[in-house]
């Protein structure tokens, strides 16, 4: 089973090449936006619960998001890869990941992260804001994500970097040829 890590800020480009690559071979795309996005909007207990935090831009509670994560794992028997996107997001998150897949019996494969600059990405976020109209696409709330981004997610870089299995792709030009970029390290991870 591999299990891969997509990594980086807010308007990195997450999403869209984690439902590339999840196609391409198959594998299980984990967005934890989305299903949190999708409680909100089936005003679901959870999602009443979580509404007003995500439409500031803070995170949700680490133990909230442990036990979406823990259904997800035990909820997709026979998957032979998952693409996680979103998640972890702070430390304790990855620790708590660490746990959950040793019970699966396999660790992180690969985390792979999407380097785009920072004023790409506020750019990319307005437009966004614009065409798709998330609550949390606004200015004032574009700035807070990315601060939650810097304060609590970014020291995963470090965390993953030690497990060694962290590598960084250059996230700017068109998505098919940030595709064939991070494919080519997917491969080669594949077939160590
Ligand atoms: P995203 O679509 O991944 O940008 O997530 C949208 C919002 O959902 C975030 O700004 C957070 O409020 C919440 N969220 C998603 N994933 C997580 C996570 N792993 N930990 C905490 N909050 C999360």
Known sequence: MFNLILFGPPGAGKGTQAIKIAEKYNWKHVSTGDILRSEVANQTPLGLEVKAVMESGQLVSDDLLVKIMESVFTNSPGVGGFV???FPRTVKQAQELAVMLEKIGYPVSLVLALNVNEQELVNRLLKRA????RKDDTEEVITNRLVQY????????DFYHKVGVY???????????IFTKLTRVIDRKKNL
């Open 167 to 177: 590598e960084e792709v250059f996230g700017e030009g068109s998505v098919d040829d």
């Open 150 to 157: 810097h304060h609590h997610t970014k020291p995963l870089i």
């Open 84 to 86: 996680l996107d979103g």
């Open 130 to 133: 614009q065409e798709q109209g």
